[in-house]
């Protein structure tokens, strides 16, 4: 009969149980990846031998407001609304909402735009801060701006939404920049299918591009290597995440930065929360739950080819605060639908999505954390396996760097956005790399926050702009 010493068997059990999650953790994401590259090649065959353009500019196409939340925007509003204005879409307004900045936010729109105050009722349908004027401009008669009080980033959203003319809304942020045909590919499958509730669009990153004119003329990257690395991130969250569940019909995130929603339903379910920091998550399982509890057909989807590009942070200070707030976001989505995790009536969102955004999403970060510290206590206790220790490490450094460096090969087959071979080699050099020292401040940042999110911290932190048109920054 074999018998185990108490080190040796803690040894065995902690070893068995990280290799269990390890093998969970990448055999989820094999089959993203693998459901992903069918999706995209799928999708970009499709669109490729159709004459979506036509289709899409037919009388029968949604007219569609621009719902833009602004807070401290001085430095990139003036090119976001230009961008907004200029959009290829037969009929849409643009609203951009002042979130009661305290720069010249309000002040540099009424100058550019020339904005005249309004006489308006409004009716309050959802919750929102008080409304103090309303503008519009007799030379950009699709722009609206809304000034009103403080409320947050949700808050705003639903002053949009109560202001908003039409069937369809988009919401995003001040600093983005969409492009040209975004909004005709990102309404196509409003009218494919018309139970279609929201479609997501991907975000890229427009640090280092040159943009005149509120479009992104030049696609290049930037300098900062924190920057480059969010590029990797951002594909793989995008072509492998966010494909994968919604070609699973299971998608439970739209970027706050780029989505569509039908208003109607948007304004059944009481719009926005204004209590959580992830109100573009908490929205998209909140329509989910209402849409399954009351029996309704819909759809919940992404495309990977409507675009909008954002600035991304710069600093570890800055980057640190955004990753912190998205996995507070995370927590509280969860812990507030908490009864929809595997729930049959709640079909493969209840069966598949949130199980795998618990075990995979919310308590990884700890898990991992966990492994390298259980590491280095078993190092110094001589406890460790060398073997089978160097083999982990080799297979997860090899796995997760395949996931990045796919992600960046499929946007260039299906995409080729980057003009440069050398940018497509920088990214996956980049992906290469950050497992080591990138991967464990982000772990670091997402185990922190569940601290923070104990400590009740609701804040949103600062988002330093330093505004677009700054070509190789």
Known sequence: ??????????????????????????????????????????????????????????????????????????????????????????????????????????????????????????????????????????????????????????????????????????????????????????????????????????????????????????????????????????????????????????????????????????????????????EDFELVVRMHRHMRDHKIPYRIVFLPDPVCWTEAPETLRVLGQQRNRWQRGLIDTLRIHQRMGLNPRYGRVGLLAMPYFVIIELIGPVIEMSGYLFVIIAFFLHLINLPFFLLFLTLAILLGTLLSVASVVLDEVAYRRFPRLSQVLTLVAFALIENVGYRQLTVWWRVRAFLDYWRGNKSWGIMERRGFARPGV
């Not at 037969?90 to 009661?100: C, K, Q, R, T």
């Not at 904005?115 to 950009?140: F, G, H, K, M, W």
């Not at 949009?160 to 499958?189: K, Q, V, W, Y």
């Open 1 to 278: 009969m074999l018998t185990w010493d108490p080190g040796t068997l803690a040894l065995l059990i902690a070893n068995t149980l990280i290799l269990g999650y390890f093998l969970l953790l990448q055999g989820s994401y094999l089959i993203l990846l693998l459901i992903s590259f069918v999706a995209v090649l799928r999708y970009r065959c499709i669109v490729d031998h159709e004459h979506w353009r036509g289709i899409i500019q037919s009388p029968l196409t949604l007219p569609i407001s621009l719902i833009a939340p602004a807070y401290n925007e001085e430095r990139t509003i003036v090119e976001s609304v230009r961008s907004l204005l200029s959009l290829e879409y037969p009929e849409y307004e643009v609203i951009v909402v002042n979130d009661g900045s305290r720069d010249a936010t309000l002040d540099t729109l009424i100058e550019h735009f020339e904005l005249r105050a309004i006489p308006v009722t409004i009716e309050y349908s959802i919750p929102c801060q008080p409304i103090r004027d309303v503008y519009r401009s007799a030379r950009y008669p699709r722009l609206v701006v809304i000034d009103k009080e403080n409320g947050g980033k949700a808050d705003a959203l639903n002053a949009g939404i109560i202001m908003a003319a039409h069937p369809l809304f988009c919401a995003m942020d001040a600093d983005s920049l969409l492009e040209g045909n975004a909004l005709l590919r990102i309404t196509r499958p409003f009218l494919e299918q018309p139970e279609t509730v929201a479609v997501g669009g991907i975000v890229r990153i427009a640090n280092g591009c040159r943009v005149e004119h509120g479009r992104v003329t030049e696609i290049s990257l930037s300098s900062n290597p924190l920057v480059i690395f969010q590029h990797v991130e951002y594909l793989r969250a995008f072509l492998f995440g966010r494909v994968g569940w919604s070609a699973l019909g299971a998608l439970l995130i739209i970027s706050g930065a780029f989505g569509v929603f039908k208003r109607q339903v948007v304004l059944d379910i009481g719009g926005y929360r204004h209590d959580t920091v992830g």
